[in-house]
Structure formats: structure tokens, C-alpha cells
T-cell receptor, first 113, second 118 residues
Framework: DAKTTQPNSMESNEEEPVHLPCNHSTISGTDYIHWYRQLPSQGPEYVIHGLTSNVNNRMASLAIAEDRKSSTLILHRATLRDAAVYYCILRKSTSGSARQLTFGSGTQLTVLP | GAVVSQHPSRVICKSGTSVKIECRSLDFQATTMFWYRQFPKQSLMLMATSNEGSKATYEQGVEKDKFLINHASLTLSTLTVTSAHPEDSSFYIC??????????????FGPGTRLTVL
């Protein structure tokens, strides 16, 4: 799977939007962009994924650059419970078989009250 | 939906003993489950891929005789750490994959098991 680059850490104020960037300049046409987050002492949690178009769900929005070489996870109103490590992972589309996730170092998000 | 549980959540054992960790997919069937290990302040590292009814596939550097994996049913995989030593102390996390439409897979993770070997 292609490599992603994320800032080591970011801070946000509570109830403000947060934009978490991810660079993936070597992305291929069949790579999906997945985001997971890991709260302290818990297993990772799926957040969102997309291919080309921007995506929205109840947790977050995913904005994908037109050239797909970068993406941004958007938390519209950060809460203290959003403090976690956020991982941006590229996955090739699969058909009929599951593959492991390769985790990078992610971005540690700190939310300030 | 798509809930994965692990048991126990925390275990402390003496050096030389064996510890079994269970991973269950509660509301879906998972032909493939994954086992990860995470040391403090580090990211998750894949240990092995567990396929129902067949032998697990281990990542390079992971001793298959030390970390025994059994995936006897579509909802249960177990990881047994045999003859545990203090360096095996870690956070062990399993995941199960839910295929959606055959084009992409979302993985759902268990809450993790904190193993401490004294």
C-alpha cells in the first residue's frame, strides 16, 4: 500500500472545527483513503473512507483533493472525546478477500477545553 | 452493528505461563480476523492474519510457536501467548473485516487486551 504522511500532533479548541491533513502523493487510482482513530487504551475505530468524491457521515467529513494526492479529515465541532490518534491509511479496492491495515504513526489530536 | 469484543480486557500473569485472548465478532461473520500488537507510544503492528478453518499467516519476525492462533468459527479467533515473558507485555488488538459490496473492506477492532507479564 502507498505511504501517507501526517503531522505528528495537532491541537484544537473545543467546539471548533478541526482539519486533519494527510498527504499521499504516490496514491494509485485504485487506492481508497481510509481514516481510523484510536482513543487512549482502546482499539482503533473506523471514521470514514472515500475514493474521489468528498464524503460525509455522522462522525466527520472527508475532503479529497482533485488530484487525490492529499486529503483532509474534518471534525466539524471538536469535543473532548475526539482527542485521539488519527490514522490516514490507503487501501486498494478488494474483491472477496480482506487485507490487513498498515498503520503509520498518525496524528495525535489534543482538544483544549 | 459490526461489534468486535475481546476477552479478557486486562490480564496479569507470571513469566512462563500461557495466556489465551479471545476475539469475537458479535453481530457478523468474519472469515478473516487480524491480530495486532501495540507497544506504548507506538503504532499498531500486524502480527498475523487468521482465516477461519485454516492456518494463520504470520508476519515476519513473529514466532508462530509462541503466538498460537486458532480461528475455529466464523465469529471466534483466539490468540494464545505461550510461555509469556516480560517482553511480551503489550496491548493486543484484534480486528475483523466486514466486506461491503465486494469493493472495499472496513475493519472493526476489538477494545484490546492489556497483557502484563511479571
Amino acid at each position: 500500500d502507498a505511504k501517507t504522511t501526517q503531522p505528528n500532533s495537532m491541537e484544537s479548541n473545543e467546539e471548533e472545527p478541526v482539519h486533519l491533513p494527510c498527504n499521499h502523493s504516490t496514491i494509485s487510482g485504485t487506492d481508497y483513503i481510509h481514516w481510523y482513530r484510536q482513543l487512549p487504551s482502546q482499539g482503533p475505530e473506523y471514521v470514514i473512507h472515500g475514493l474521489t468524491s468528498n464524503v460525509n457521515n455522522r462522525m466527520a467529513s472527508l475532503a479529497i483533493a482533485e488530484d487525490r494526492k492529499s486529503s483532509t479529515l474534518i471534525l466539524h465541532r471538536a469535543t473532548l472525546r475526539d482527542a485521539a490518534v488519527y490514522y490516514c491509511i490507503l487501501r486498494k479496492s478488494t474483491s472477496g478477500s480482506a487485507r490487513q491495515l498498515t498503520f503509520g504513526s498518525g496524528t495525535q489530536l489534543t482538544v483544549l477545553p | 452493528g459490526a461489534v468486535v469484543s475481546q476477552h479478557p480486557s486486562r490480564v496479569i500473569c507470571k513469566s512462563g505461563t500461557s495466556v489465551k485472548i479471545e476475539c469475537r465478532s458479535l453481530d457478523f461473520q468474519a472469515t478473516t480476523m487480524f491480530w495486532y500488537r501495540q507497544f506504548p507510544k507506538q503504532s499498531l503492528m500486524l502480527m498475523a492474519t487468521s482465516n477461519e478453518g485454516s492456518k494463520a499467516t504470520y508476519e515476519q519476525g513473529v514466532e508462530k510457536d509462541k503466538f498460537l492462533i486458532n480461528h475455529a468459527s466464523l465469529t471466534l479467533s483466539t490468540l494464545t501467548v505461550t510461555s509469556a515473558h516480560p517482553e511480551d507485555s503489550s496491548f493486543y488488538i484484534c480486528s475483523a473485516s466486514l466486506l461491503a459490496g465486494g469493493y472495499t473492506d472496513t475493519q472493526y477492532f476489538g477494545p484490546g487486551t492489556r497483557l502484563t507479564v511479571l
